[in-house]
């Protein structure tokens, strides 16, 4: 597929915001919108909010709003989400992210933008076609792929690509209560919201949690600031910021890093590119 | 009874466990090819060999499915076109799929074949089963996390095939969503090369990263899952197939575990009580040397679904041997583990029920011996009830 690009070279700057404070915050700055998740249906995000508040928010801005609604759906939850649904219809967002297919199934029949975020699924162009002609507008891609395949995929799409460029990497989702067991096993008690596991093999530690009954796992920071100018000279649409885990100061000094990026100002180092750079294998020994 | 008889379907790792699936009753068989299967690093088989396995598996009027479940990158893209095309010249009946360009693909090449949706896709609702239907999925192979009444529920409300596992091993995490792989070992989990991070322990330290001394270290290691004493309702639902888990499990594990779950099967449609169902649980324990729940279909595991504790996967050598023949008289047999005279052993096949045996003799080339301790040993034994080639003989528990 040959794609046409505008002609003017830009990616846009989309921010998950830490809570109310960091969005108010945000909101002064040059950035181009927000993701925010849906209270009880949100995955990765700090800033979960039910409908009502959703409906205050957006009256703060003038913004892009996008609303992650991206955990795994159970029945009961396809039952809660329609009318919720039915409910963002009505404002003024820009798009719903989701992640399980009955999600699209339910939202289809209303006039809202959906974006396509299968969280480590996106990895391909084809997949992206496949979901364009489906009416989607939009793919967040895995964060397990290279830099190159980032830019062969916004190639050989229309579909509107958004890269997740700064913050911790989901790794593990589990709908089982992995701490509390452990902890009922051993007969004690969680007592903090979060723990880390540490891993003997590369001296690491991981941060683990565990929130609506379910258990997160989360890689260290991505932080792909050196890579912004390819991106956007590559016409990525959106780029992601991730506030989840972060204390707002130092989250603010990142966003603001990343809109001088954006200008062409790359004012510091990043540690951690994941795997920008380093190929995965599947298949260890070939016969 | 009105209700219509589910399909048993048989992991199948190469060829040789194709035909012990179909042997044991086996409705179907489901294997990889060396392209596009998550499980990348297990033998797997060669278009030449699933051509061969779709011929054999055909001319007992059974089914086969091939998995092309990976997760695609750009580069895997390429010769997709011509393998499907491969394996619908090879005449298999589904390709069990996550990633749905290939639906695309087959629409486009107007291939033959039906399209199975992987539980690697987690779907665990209805208006997914809506959606993938009219995409012309056939099947879907439900998330590992539905409950009992959300089956109820997606079976009412759609009328695409379902089909669950039964029996095997789990993922802790949702399928798909775990790539604990891709970051601690470099190997892509969504495209095969998962390397069971989650059965590691790890060391536990508190949010001011002080290390937790409790006497076992933190595990993620879950339980298997057993639906044994389930299968009833799961017919009563209307499930159309049950998957057994384990493409990379031994013959002796397919064996027993088909010959377990046929016999409830088809004790139910004849309106038999299972009046062995304990037995027939703890077998199905032994032959994995793991142990195993019913998982998420009356309520969410707790810490009961754990593995905490060091656990002995190790081969328990209870498969003795394999019949190669009988003669009225003595049984012909195989060895695959260590027996000797005076044991007793239980013996059982497709058509053979399960017997005890105690061990009177044991001759080699017409000599007597005490006992049978040389792998693929050819040795006789006395039995006076009839048995027959591939029947299993193991360790009396």
């Known amino acids: 597929m040959d794609c046409q690009y505008p002609l003017e070279k830009m990616s846009k700057l989309l921010v998950i915001p830490i809570n109310k404070d960091n969005f108010i915050n945000l909101n002064k700055r040059n950035i181009d919108g927000f993701i925010i998740g849906l209270k009880g249906y949100s995955v990765f995000t700090s800033y979960d909010i039910?409908?009502?508040?959703?409906?205050?928010?957006?009256?703060?801005?003038?913004?892009?709003?996008?609303?992650?609604?991206?955990?795994?759906?159970?029945?009961?939850?396809?039952?809660?989400?329609?009318?919720?649904?039915?409910?963002?219809?009505?404002?003024?967002?820009?798009?719903?992210?989701?992640?399980?297919?009955?999600?699209l199934n339910i939202v289809k029949e209303y006039n809202i933008n959906l974006i396509w975020n299968q969280l480590h699924l996106g990895t391909n162009y084809e997949t992206c076609n496949y979901w364009y002609k489906k009416g989607v507008k939009g793919s967040i891609l895995s964060t397990e792929l290279m830099l190159d395949?980032?830019?062969?995929?916004?190639?050989?799409?229309?579909?509107?690509?958004?890269?997740?460029?700064?913050?911790?990497?989901?790794?593990?989702?589990?709908?089982?209560?992995?701490?509390?067991?452990?902890?009922?096993?051993?007969?004690?008690?969680?007592?903090?919201?979060?723990?880390?596991?540490?891993?003997?093999?590369?001296?690491?530690?991981?941060?683990?949690?565990?929130?609506?009954?379910?258990?997160?796992?989360?890689?260290?920071?991505?932080?792909?600031?050196?890579?912004?100018?390819?991106?956007?000279?590559?016409?990525?649409?959106?780029?992601?910021?991730?506030?989840?885990?972060?204390?707002?100061?130092?989250?603010?000094?990142?966003?603001?890093?990343?809109?001088?990026?954006?200008?062409?100002?790359?004012?510091?180092?990043?540690?951690?590119?994941?795997?920008?750079?380093?190929?995965?294998?599947?298949?260890?020994?070939?016969? | 009874m009105n209700k219509k008889k589910p399909e048993l379907l048989a992991p199948a790792g190469d060829l040789e466990k194709v035909k012990w699936a179909i042997l044991y009753g086996a409705d179907a068989v489901y294997l990889g090819g060396r392209e596009y299967s998550l499980r990348a690093n297990a033998k797997n088989l060669s278009i030449e060999e699933i051509k061969e396995a779709s011929e054999y598996v055909h001319s007992y009027n059974k089914k086969i499915y091939v998995t092309v479940n990976i997760i695609f990158h750009n580069e895997d893209?390429?010769?997709?076109?011509?393998?499907?095309?491969?394996?619908?010249?090879?005449?298999?009946?589904?390709?069990?799929?996550?990633?749905?360009?290939?639906?695309?693909?087959?629409?486009?090449?107007?291939?033959?074949?039906?399209?199975?949706?992987?539980?690697?896709?987690?779907?665990?609702?209805?208006?997914?089963?809506?959606?993938?239907?009219?995409?012309?999925?056939?099947?879907?192979?439900?998330?590992?996390?539905?409950s009992k009444e959300d089956m109820i529920r997606i079976k009412k409300e759609s009328s695409i095939e379902l089909e669950t596992f039964i029996h095997g091993a789990m993922c802790v995490a949702y399928s798909g969503r775990c790539v604990l792989s891709n970051y601690l070992t470099n190997r892509d989990s969504n495209r095969g090369g998962c390397s069971q991070i989650c059965r590691w322990n790890f060391e536990l330290f508190d949010k001011f990263k002080n290390k937790l001394e409790f006497k076992e270290e933190f595990s993620m290691a879950v339980k298997d899952l057993s639906m044994v004493k389930h299968i009833k309702e799961l017919i009563d639902i209307g499930v159309s197939s049950f998957k057994i888990e384990g493409r990379m499990r031994s013959v002796y594990y397919i064996a027993t575990v088909l010959n377990i779950y046929r016999k409830i099967i088809d004790d139910y449609f004849e309106g038999k009580s299972d009046e062995n169902i304990d037995e027939e649980e703890y077998e199905l324990y032994r032959c994995a040397n793991r142990e195993a729940i019913p998982q998420y279909f009356k309520s969410k595991p707790g810490v009961e679904g754990q593995y905490y504790l060091g656990r002995n996967e190790q081969s328990n050598k209870d498969f003795l041997a394999i019949v190669l023949d009988y003669d009225g008289n003595e049984i012909k047999l195989e060895q695959r583990n260590y027996f000797k005279v005076g044991d007793i052993v239980t013996i059982f096949g497709p058509k053979t029920k399960r017997f005890d045996l105690k061990i009177e003799y044991i001759k080699e080339d017409e000599t007597f011996i005490d006992m049978a301790n040389h792998p693929l040993q050819v040795i006789k034994i006395k039995c006076d009830k009839k048995v027959y080639k591939n029947d299993i003989m193991r360790v009396k528990f």
């Open chain 2, 77 to 146: 893209l390429i010769n997709l076109k011509e393998y499907l095309i491969e394996l619908n010249n090879a005449k298999v009946d589904a390709v069990i799929i996550s990633d749905p360009i290939i639906i695309d693909i087959i629409k486009e090449l107007k291939l033959d074949i039906e399209i199975h949706l992987s539980t690697q896709q987690n779907t665990l609702n209805h208006e997914a089963f809506k959606f993938w239907e009219s995409e012309g999925i056939s099947r879907i192979v439900l998330a590992r996390e539905t």
């Open chain 1, 50 to 103: 039910n409908i009502d508040e959703i409906k205050e928010i957006i009256k703060l801005t003038d913004k892009e709003i996008y609303i992650s609604i991206n955990k795994p759906l159970f029945v009961e939850d396809i039952d809660k989400l329609k009318p919720i649904i039915e409910n963002l219809s009505k404002l003024n967002i820009k798009g719903i992210i989701y992640d399980d297919i009955g999600l």
């Open chain 1, 149 to 287: 395949d980032y830019i062969n995929i916004k190639r050989n799409t229309f579909l509107p690509i958004f890269v997740y460029i700064y913050g911790y990497l989901p790794m593990f989702e589990s709908s089982r209560e992995l701490l509390t067991n452990y902890f009922k096993y051993m007969n004690s008690n969680k007592k903090d919201d979060v723990y880390y596991l540490y891993e003997k093999e590369r001296d690491k530690y991981y941060t683990i949690y565990e929130n609506n009954d379910n258990t997160y796992i989360l890689e260290d920071l991505i932080d792909g600031i050196e890579e912004v100018k390819v991106l956007k000279e590559n016409n990525i649409d959106y780029l992601i910021l991730n506030g989840l885990n972060h204390l707002e100061d130092k989250f603010n000094i990142v966003v603001d890093s990343y809109i001088e990026a954006l200008n062409g100002n790359i004012i510091r180092k990043s540690n951690n590119k994941g795997f920008l750079y380093k190929e995965t294998i599947y298949k260890v020994k070939n016969e």
